[in-house]
């Protein structure tokens, strides 16, 4: 699972309401198809536009603080974004999960960072073990017990990310989702310590970049994608988000 954020963990004095993680899953099966057909989408983006197989596509960054990319017309960036998240819902064996906090209705002592990624590791961890994910085999009767996942994410609070997950392998309190109490499920399908990734080496740390930046822009939208329909790019990612995780909402899952 490759993960990237958008908005800040910050209660006080932040500019952001919502904090968002978003995490794709890819069987390792899929894994270089999914590759090809980003460095496609990247070749085609370099013939359309001018945009350089080492150019970093950091959505927000690039419709407001463009840097060196500023060469390219502003439009023609969100086309680029537009054209990500159609390639996005297009790439095989793709699973994308969202947990969105709302700061507005959080104390102060809550945790956002540890709450968010807490649930997103749960939630990768719940749909491994009952194999909903994408698989090259789809009957389920026929598959291993025994696969795991990773979790691979942008530049982030590492120390206290491994030393979550590092909990939640031995002590992982679950509510009772029949509304009994509580237990500790620690977690036996994420092997290893979190494996930080520098987004601008990685397409598919893009990848989740583009899609939270979306989800941010569809839950409060900025000046500019008002005026350019930008807010309603999120959809186009509909064909992979990953329902089973949240079901009533789509596969985004809102604290």
């Known amino acids: 699972m490759y ?6 963990v910050g209660l006080v004095g932040s500019p952001t309401r919502y904090f968002i993680l978003t995490g794709m899953v890819i069987h390792e099966s899929y894994w270089m198809d999914a590759f090809d057909q980003l460095v ?23 419709i407001n603080k463009p840097g060196d990319l500023v060469r390219i017309k502003r439009n023609d960036r969100l086309s680029i974004i537009r054209n990500f998240a159609d390639d996005i819902s297009k790439i095989p064996g793709v699973s994308i999960i969202n947990i969105v906090v709302d700061k507005n209705t959080k104390t102060s002592s ?39 996942g990773m979790v691979i994410p942008d530049n982030t609070d590492d120390k ?41 080496s990685s397409y598919f740390i893009q ?14 939208p900025n000046k500019y994608m008002i005026k350019s329909g930008g807010q309603n ?6 064909p992979v988000l990953c329902t089973v995780a949240s079901p009533r909402s789509g596969g985004i899952v809102l604290l």
């Not at 993960?3 to 800040?8: H, K, N, R, T």
């Open 3 to 8: 993960v990237d954020e958008s908005g800040d």
């Open 233 to 238: 790019y999120f959809s186009r990612l509909s």
């Open 110 to 148: 809550y945790d956002v960072f540890e709450t968010a990624w807490k649930t997103l590791i749960q939630r990768l961890e719940n749909t491994i073990n009952h194999k909903n994910f994408p698989h090259p085999e789809p009957d389920k009767s026929l598959r291993t017990d025994n696969e795991c």
């Open 40 to 62: 496609a989408f990247r070749q085609r983006m370099k013939t359309l536009y001018g945009l350089k197989m080492k150019d970093e596509i950091h959505a927000s960054a690039l």
């Open 207 to 220: 990848a989740c970049d583009t899609a939270a930046f979306l989800l941010y822009q569809n839950l409060q």
């Open 160 to 200: 206290k990310l491994r030393a979550l997950l590092r909990k939640m392998r031995r002590y992982n309190m679950v509510p009772s989702i029949m509304g009994g109490s509580a237990r500790s499920l620690p977690l036996k399908f994420i092997v290893e310590d979190p494996f930080f990734k520098d987004s601008a």
